[in-house]
């Protein structure tokens, strides 16, 4: 890509980035991802090795180079830049500039964990940053900030729907100024790990309140709290996932104290609300990352001296130059469609940006896991082994397609949005016929008739 005035040195961190993102984002802010380009593709990517087989050394245990990088990162100002500069606590991005930061870092699957900018890890500490008193975020927010803790979000239970969270069934009784729970969750990351710190739980605290929406809580468990156990670590297609990993867990009789309650009893909704819309498109950014990657694989085979079908290059087949094309204008219309969400969140709020956060949920994802498909295709037999990694790029847009809220309820919700919207047509539409009736006499035009009766289309 050519210079522009906006990337006058040419620098590739800001190669993809939309003109009028960039004309948005501050030179701070210009500085910042060409230092996370430049972290992830000299530290992260050509190290991913090293870290695989820090894992299978010690499954459990964070790889001793991802928490050598967590130390220079930090050192560096490269740690959580995800917090929105609303945020007192911020580095000082907004979510835009942070959405171009977050599409490099998902070039690996573990860049993120290395700039404290990981899921659940983001939405979590925005959970506390906003919802916590001037007291529990000393004790909870601050070590997450500076990373000497991890947390989970433990909302999913297996035995009910739980995307409609009015469902959540766990019980968190008082009793004086404690609070027990009693139930079972899935998903939040493994308590094998030893650097997971606590939970923030959902659960139900007044089952009989009239207002479903106020019949649940969050409280803090700190993971060593007696009667809480992890059963299994839950495989997510067939892959475990460590070192992070994705619990099952019983809560019996675990008992803390009332002060973890976050915001307060009843709350729960509140918080749930305030909490996912930055993870989602954090999610659709490093999703981005992830398929460019697989894409320039993709394109990488395609021009391989060494192997043709029939004689030809995978990339002089004419449905190959097509299937590109449609990957890099899909890519790009995704980027587009996440980068206005996360302006919309910037202008207007959170709440405001609801519809075009769900947008990128659905979209991004479904868009992603294609992609990258059509890549493993290109790469043949070995795009489906450990030869790349196409499989764990394909198997994490997959699964974003459920976590954080499954695809189809947020379709939902766009669609019964969309459907309140249709009386306001109706009423726009029959101004188009009432002027029609006083402009059609005055040309000589008049309503056409069936059957004798002037057609109405309203
Ligand atoms: C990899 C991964 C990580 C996760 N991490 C966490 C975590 O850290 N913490 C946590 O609490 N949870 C986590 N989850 C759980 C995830 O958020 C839930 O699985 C999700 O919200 C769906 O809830 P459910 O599984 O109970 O499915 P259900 O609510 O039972 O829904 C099942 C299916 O029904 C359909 N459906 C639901 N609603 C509608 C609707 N309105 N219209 C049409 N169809 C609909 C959808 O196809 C949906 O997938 C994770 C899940 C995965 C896969």
């Not at 701070?28 to 050509?46: G, M």
């Not at 939902?412 to 029609?436: C, L, M, P, S, W």
Request: net charge neutral; aromatic share 8%; with cysteine.
């Amino acid at each position: 890509m050519a210079p522009t005035l906006l990337n006058q040195d040419n620098h590739p961190g800001l190669a993809r980035i939309p003109p009028w993102v960039l004309a948005k984002c501050s030179p701070k802010a210009i500085e910042t991802i060409k230092k996370v380009y430049d972290w992830v593709e000299n530290e992260c990517i050509p190290a991913e090795p090293i870290v695989k087989a820090q894992v299978a050394a010690k499954k459990w245990r964070t790889p001793p180079y991802i928490k050598e990088l967590r130390k220079r990162a930090k050192a560096q100002g490269l740690f959580n830049l995800f917090l929105p500069r609303t945020f007192k606590e911020s580095p000082g991005l907004t979510n835009l500039e942070y959405a171009c930061c977050a599409e490099i870092m998902g070039r690996c699957y573990w860049a993120p964990m290395t700039m404290n900018c990981h899921a659940p890890e983001t939405g979590n500490i925005e959970l506390l940053a906003k919802f916590c008193n001037e007291a529990q975020k000393k004790k909870w927010l601050q070590p997450l900030l500076d990373g000497e803790t991890s947390s989970a979000y433990s909302m999913t239970e297996p035995d009910v729907a739980s995307s409609d969270a009015t469902n959540i069934n766990c019980r968190i009784t008082r009793d004086g100024d404690t609070l027990v729970i009693n139930g079972r969750k899935l998903y939040g990351n493994a308590a094998w790990n030893e650097d997971l710190g606590f939970y923030i739980l959902m659960g139900c605290s007044d089952p009989e309140n009239p207002n479903p929406w106020a019949r649940h809580t969050t409280v803090i468990v700190p993971k060593d709290t007696p009667g809480l156990k992890m059963v299994r670590n839950l495989t997510i297609m067939n892959m475990d996932w460590a070192p992070e990993g994705h619990g099952e867990y019983v809560y019996e009789n675990v008992r803390i104290p009332a002060e973890n309650i976050i915001l307060g009893e009843g709350r729960a909704f509140e918080i749930a609300q305030g909490r996912l819309g930055p993870g989602r498109i954090h999610h659709c950014m490093r999703l981005l990352g992830q398929s460019e990657r697989a894409y320039e694989l993709a394109l990488i085979r395609a021009i391989d001296e060494r192997k043709k079908p029939r004689g030809k290059r995978i990339a002089d087949f004419d449905s190959n130059i097509e299937r590109i094309a449609d990957m890099r204008m899909e890519l790009d219309a995704m980027r587009l469609v996440t980068m206005n969400a996360a302006d919309t969140m910037d202008q207007f709020g959170n709440k405001a940006g609801r519809y075009a956060i769900a947008q990128s949920k659905i979209m991004v994802p479904l868009a992603a896991a294609k992609i990258i498909d059509e890549c493993m295709q290109m790469f043949g037999g070995q795009g489906l082994t450990q030869h790349t990694p196409l499989p764990e790029l394909w198997t994490y847009a997959r699964f974003v397609r459920v976590a954080d809220g499954p695809d189809a309820a947020h379709r939902h919700q766009v669609g019964r949005d969309q459907i309140k919207t249709a009386k306001g047509f109706k009423e726009r539409h029959e101004r188009y016929q009432n002027r029609f009736e006083e402009l059609g006499p005055k040309w000589g035009v008049e309503p056409e008739y069936i059957r004798g009766d002037p057609v109405h289309l309203l």
